[in-house]
C-alpha cells in the first residue's frame, strides 16, 4: 500500500505568509518520508484555491512574496515524488499555477474553474508565473485561459490538456492516485534530477535573482 501523504488548502485556498508556509512544509515533509510515494493536494469546499490573498497583500505589501510563492511552487517541479492536483473546485491565480506545476490534475467534473484573470484585471503576468505558465499550456489553452480570462469548466480543461483527467468528487482520489502509480516507487535521485531537467529553464529563472515585476507592455501611439 502506497504512502499517501496529503495537503489541504483551507477556505478559499487563498495565500499569505501562513498559509504559504504551511503549504512549503507539507512539501518537505512529504520529501523527508522515505515512505512516501504520493503527494496530494486537494481544496475544500467550493475551491481548489482562489491564489494569492489579496486583503493580506494589501495589509502587508512586500515585493518579495509572490517570489516567494514562485520558489515554493518551484519545489515542485523537481519534487522526488509524484504530486497529484485533485482539483476540487475553483483554481484561480496562483492556485491555478500549483495545478499546473502538479505531475498530474484530476479536474471535479461538474463544479469549478480554471482560470486565470489577469486580463480581465488590467494585470499582466509576472515573470515568474509568465514562463510556467507558458511552459505548461499549449497554444489552444494559452489562449483559452491567458489571453481571454475564460473560466475553463472541467470538460473544457480536458479538451484543452490542462487536466489529465475529471471525475465525480467522489473518485478524484482513486483516480489521481491510478494516473500516478507508474510514477511510485521510482528512484527518488533519478526521478527528481529527470523533472528538473525537463523543467530547468523555470527553475533556472524561480532560483534566480531575476527582478520580477509585471511584465510591461510597449507604449501604443
Given at each position: 500500500?502506497a504512502?499517501?501523504?496529503r495537503?489541504?488548502?483551507?477556505?478559499?485556498?487563498r495565500?499569505n505568509?501562513?498559509?504559504l508556509?504551511?503549504?512549503h512544509?507539507a512539501m518537505?515533509a512529504?520529501?523527508a518520508?522515505?515512505e512516501?510515494?504520493v503527494l496530494?493536494l486537494?481544496?475544500?469546499?467550493k475551491?481548489?484555491?482562489?491564489g494569492l490573498?489579496?486583503?493580506w497583500m494589501m495589509?502587508?505589501?512586500s515585493?518579495g512574496?509572490?517570489?516567494?510563492?514562485m520558489r515554493?511552487?518551484?519545489r515542485m517541479?523537481?519534487a522526488p515524488?509524484?504530486?497529484?492536483?485533485?482539483?476540487?473546485?475553483?483554481?484561480f491565480?496562483?492556485?491555478?499555477m500549483?495545478v499546473l506545476?502538479s505531475d498530474?490534475?484530476?479536474?471535479?467534473?461538474d463544479?469549478?474553474?480554471f482560470c486565470?484573470?489577469?486580463?480581465?484585471?488590467?494585470m499582466t503576468l509576472?515573470v515568474?508565473?509568465?514562463?510556467?505558465?507558458?511552459?505548461?499550456l499549449?497554444?489552444?489553452?494559452?489562449r483559452a485561459a491567458?489571453?481571454?480570462?475564460?473560466?475553463?469548466?472541467?470538460e473544457?480543461a480536458l479538451?484543452?490538456?490542462?487536466?489529465d483527467?475529471?471525475?465525480p468528487?467522489e473518485?478524484?482520489?482513486?483516480?489521481?492516485l491510478e494516473l500516478?502509480?507508474p510514477?511510485?516507487g521510482?528512484?527518488?535521485?533519478?526521478?527528481?534530477?529527470?523533472?528538473?531537467g525537463?523543467?530547468q529553464p523555470i527553475l533556472?529563472?524561480?532560483?534566480?535573482?531575476v527582478?520580477?515585476g509585471?511584465?510591461?507592455?510597449?507604449?501604443?501611439?
Amino acid at each position: 500500500m502506497a504512502e499517501i501523504h496529503r495537503h489541504k488548502f483551507t477556505g478559499e485556498g487563498r495565500f499569505n505568509e501562513q498559509s504559504l508556509e504551511a503549504f512549503h512544509d507539507a512539501m518537505l515533509a512529504a520529501f523527508a518520508d522515505d515512505e512516501a510515494q504520493v503527494l496530494l493536494l486537494q481544496g475544500e469546499g467550493k475551491n481548489f484555491s482562489q491564489g494569492l490573498d489579496l486583503e493580506w497583500m494589501m495589509s502587508n505589501p512586500s515585493q518579495g512574496f509572490v517570489v516567494d510563492c514562485m520558489r515554493v511552487v518551484g519545489r515542485m517541479l523537481d519534487a522526488p515524488i509524484p504530486i497529484v492536483s485533485l482539483v476540487t473546485g475553483h483554481a484561480f491565480g496562483l492556485g491555478a499555477m500549483i495545478v499546473l506545476a502538479s505531475d498530474y490534475r484530476v479536474m471535479k467534473a461538474d463544479r469549478g474553474f480554471f482560470c486565470l484573470p489577469e486580463v480581465d484585471l488590467n494585470m499582466t503576468l509576472t515573470v515568474r508565473m509568465n514562463e510556467l505558465v507558458c511552459s505548461k499550456l499549449g497554444p489552444k489553452a494559452l489562449r483559452a485561459a491567458l489571453l481571454t480570462g475564460e473560466r475553463v469548466t472541467a470538460e473544457r480543461a480536458l479538451e484543452l490538456e490542462i487536466v489529465d483527467a475529471i471525475a465525480p468528487l467522489e473518485s478524484l482520489e482513486v483516480l489521481g492516485l491510478e494516473l500516478a502509480a507508474p510514477m511510485m516507487g521510482k528512484s527518488r535521485r533519478s526521478l527528481s534530477g529527470l523533472k528538473r531537467g525537463l523543467n530547468q529553464p523555470i527553475l533556472e529563472l524561480i532560483e534566480s535573482d531575476v527582478d520580477d515585476g509585471p511584465i510591461v507592455a510597449p507604449e501604443f501611439e
